[in-house]
C-alpha cells in the first residue's frame, strides 16, 4: 500500500478538472490530502474528477469559475477551510492557451489580458488568500506552475509574461514566508493536456523550430508529450513533508525527467569608480562587452 504522504493535509488545486492539475488533483488524493477542485468551464469533467477521488474514499468537492476574478479564488481557499478545517496545500495550475501564432506583433490587448488575468492575477489571488493562513498556523506548502514559455522560445506573448511573473512571484513569496514555515516552489510542466495537443499546437512548435526560436530538442519534447500522471508525483513530493527543506525552487518535470534551474545568474563585466565623476562613454561599454565576447 502506497505511504500517505498527505495523510490529514488539506489542499486547493486549481484548473483541476483535466489535463496537468486532474492529475495532481488525483495524486494529492491518493497520498490521503483531502482536496478542493476547481474548473472555470466544464461542470461535468470537474464532477467526474470529484467523483473519482470519492470513489476510493477520499475527500473532495469542486468549485466552478474562475481564479483570475479575486473573490472567487478567494472562496476556494475558504471552502478548504470550512470544508476541511484548514489550508494546507496550494497548487496552482489553471491556465489557457495563447491564440494560435499570437505574438507582439498582432496579438489583441484583450488577449493579452486575459493571459495575463489567469496565469498571474490568477496565481497572485489565491496565494493572496491562502498565505495569511498558513502563516499564521505555521505550516504551508504553495506549489505553483510556470512553463518553459518564460524563456521565450514557445513564441506568443501574454502566456510567456504571465509564466514569467508567476516565477518572479513565487520567489518573492518564498523569501516572505520562509520565517513563517511556508514554502513555495515553481514547477515548469512537461505533460499532455488540452494546450499541448492538436493541429494548431504541432504547427505552431514546428513554425517556432524553423524560425529558429525553438531547438531541436525541445521541439521533440514538445511534440511528444507524456501523460500528465507522470508528473504529478513531483507536484505531491513538493507539498509533502519530504520536501521541507525545499523552498524557492524551479523544477522542470516531463515525464521520468526531473530537472532544476539554477536560477538567474549575474556576470560581471566591468567597474568604473563613479565617484570620479564621469560616466561611462559609449565607446568604453562597447570596448568592455566586446572584451566579455558579447559583441
Known sequence: MKTQHLAGRNAVVTGSSMGIGRAVALELARHGANVVLNSSSSAAALAQTVAEITATGGRAIGRLGSVAEYDFAGSLVADCVGEFGAIDILVNVAGIAEPAGSSILDIDPADWRRQIDVHLHGTFNTCRHAAPLMAAQKRGAIVNTASHA????FGGTGYAAGKGGTL??????????????VRCNVVCPGAESRLSTGPEYEALIAGLNARGILDDRMRDAALN???ARFLAPAYAFLASDLAQDINGKLFSVAGGYVGLFSGLQEQFLAYKDHRGGETW?????AGQIARAGLA
Open 150 to 153: 518564460l524563456l521565450g522560445v
Open 225 to 227: 508529450p507524456v501523460p
Open 168 to 181: 518572479s512571484l513565487s520567489w518573492a513569496i518564498a523569501r516572505e514566508l520562509a520565517g513563517h514555515g
Open 281 to 285: 562613454t559609449l565607446e568604453e561599454l
